[in-house]
């Protein structure tokens, strides 16, 4: 294991000698000491390795990640695995705003909760938050799952395309476009291999969420709608 | 951009190291707001008396103005900090003190209050902080500000911290959209302004209505009403401070409490270097909600 201390080691090596890994790289395992809040740390990975960081994070953290699994030990800033396109991001601690914003794909886990805005413009991103989430989360989502076992803040996936999102919670309103829809089989099975990827195999029924998703109004052409084209 | 911080200290053995503390916080937020900074530091109250700070120009003859002061009567004691002077003066003599000071054209009074002093300048934030030696200061809590100017020029008058009333003071993350509208409503209602800033207004307002007998957190709650925009605010008074986001949340806002000690940031990274930083709850303030930590 490899063992960086970043009160030692500037943040900019740090992520540079993370971007030289190839795919069968033998140093697969890190831990980073003393993130002292800095931003943009273990961004940009593309190599299946796993980083453990511990401590608080700011901005970025996980950004981009394709492959990585990335472990923190901590709570994250803003844009946690912004734009992630594949791997697993955990925060063990709570996410601030933007969580996932546009992810591509991968697993984002928060233990805690996560502020405004996460998910937004998720592009295929799955989310598990097993606190609550802020307002306008999964805004204008296009693509992936957004779970949440606690509850959800104003205006939940407003604008929402394609995104499918389970909150187990209270609602505290739906955005533009985004509807309750029913919840069958198919949805439980999906969800209760999420929750056994965020590690909650069993612990949570998938029974207990309700389903949200979009109207399909307000993005998708409509017949009557023709005069304002 | 702009940096916000503020520390309370709820364990009166810190009050010595209040500076040595919150020097690190506003220097951490230098890269937020490169172009002024400014804080407002709150230390024990003399009795029966005022602290009035004032601002003249570089290489001001503080010593000439005391004199002046002294010849007409009146017998403050002083402190000179770089462009800045203290005077405290027996709450007697405050009036007739700042009457003589609005007749001196290169000064301008920068707060006035029990406990309050405020500092700032143009320039990096951590020059800004040297030049006035805030981690030597002593006291209860602090304010600070780092600033990116976007709604009024890089100058001292609309630098941070702003005070409309005696002990209060305000800074301010964002930008208001509707103050030209609200400064000619307080304007009305008999409150003066000296720039063009957004933020004074914003400090104006809650100046004006704790006047009217209202709360800090009563204040708080109606800004979310009169006031429009972007802002993450910190208001300082005499007993402590108040947080307040606005509903959308545009603004980032982060805040750590120990059993010592309560913080506030912009971000983290203010935060890290406070003793006992690692075991603290940390959290990002809720939009739209009063935080308030006062002494009682």
């Not at chain 1, 943009?40 to 796993?50: E, F, L």
């Not at chain 1, 306008?136 to 395309?161: H, R």
């Not at chain 2, 800045?84 to 000064?107: F, R, Y």
């Not at chain 2, 802002?231 to 401070?241: A, K, L």
Request: hydrophobic share 40%.
């Amino acid at each position: 294991m490899r063992i960086v201390d970043l009160s030692q080691t500037s943040l900019r090596e740090f992520n540079a000698a993370l971007h030289r890994l190839r795919a069968d790289t033998n140093e697969t395992h890190w831990r980073v000491l003393n993130p002292r809040g800095q931003h943009a740390i273990a961004a940009g990975i593309d190599a299946p390795i796993t980083v453990e960081i511990e401590g608080h994070v700011g901005y970025y953290c996980a950004g981009m990640n394709k492959e990585a699994t990335i472990v923190l030990n901590g709570n994250a800033g803003q844009g946690v695995a912004e734009n992630m396109m594949s791997g697993t991001v955990h925060v063990r601690g709570d996410a601030s705003q933007a969580a996932g914003a546009t992810g591509c794909g991968g697993l984002l886990v928060v233990d805690g909760n996560a502020s405004a805005r996460c998910g937004i413009s998720m592009k295929g991103i799955d989310i598990v938050v097993k606190g609550s989430v802020g307002h306008l989360s999964a805004f204008m989502g296009q693509a992936g799952n957004l779970v949440v076992l606690g509850d959800a803040g104003e205006a939940l996936g407003d604008s929402i395309y394609e995104a499918r999102l389970f909150v187990r919670g209270k609602v505290e309103s739906l955005g533009a476009d985004c509807i309750e829809k029913p919840i069958d089989e198919r949805h439980k099975a999906e969800l209760a291999k999420l929750l056994a990827a965020a590690g909650l195999n069993g612990t949570v029924d998938p029974g207990s969420f309700r389903r949200y998703g979009s109207a399909r109004k307000l993005y998708h052409f409509h017949i009557d709608n023709v005069g304002s084209y | 951009m702009c940096g916000v911080v503020a520390l309370f200290l709820k364990d009166s053995t810190l009050n010595s190291r209040l500076g040595t503390l919150f020097a690190p916080m506003l220097t951490a937020m230098c890269d937020r707001g490169p172009d002024s900074a400014g804080f407002a530091v709150y230390s024990a109250a003399a009795p029966n008396a005022v602290k009035i700070t004032v601002r003249g120009p570089q290489d001001c003859e503080f010593a000439d103005i005391v004199h002046r002061l002294e010849v007409s009567g009146a017998q403050p004691t002083h402190v000179v900090r770089d462009t800045h002077l203290v005077l405290t003066v027996p709450v007697a003599q405050a009036e007739p003190v700042l009457k003589q000071i609005a007749a001196m054209p290169e000064l301008i009074v920068v707060s006035t209050g029990r406990s309050m002093e405020i500092y700032k300048e143009v320039g990096r934030p951590d020059r800004v902080a040297k030049r006035f030696g805030l981690d030597a200061m002593a006291g209860t809590h602090a304010i600070g500000h780092t600033r990116m100017a976007t709604e009024s020029a890089v100058t001292t008058d609309g630098a941070h911290p702003f005070s409309t009333g005696t002990d209060q003071c305000l800074v301010h993350n964002g930008s208001l959209s509707n103050h030209n509208a609200l400064r000619r409503e307080l304007i009305r209602e008999g409150l003066s302004f000296q720039t063009e800033n957004d933020t004074e207004v914003a400090a104006g307002y809650m100046s004006w209505r704790m006047q009217q007998g209202d709360s800090l957190e009563q204040t708080l709650n109606s800004s979310l009403g009169a006031l429009d925009g972007f802002y993450t605010f910190v208001v300082g008074t005499e007993s402590g401070f108040g947080v307040l986001r606005d509903p959308i949340a545009c603004k980032p806002a982060v805040m750590a409490e120990t059993d010592r000690w309560v913080a506030f940031g912009t971000e983290y990274r203010a935060l890290v270097d406070l003793p006992g930083i690692d075991a603290a709850r940390v959290w990002e303030p809720v939009p739209a909600k009063a935080y308030l930590w006062e002494r009682h």
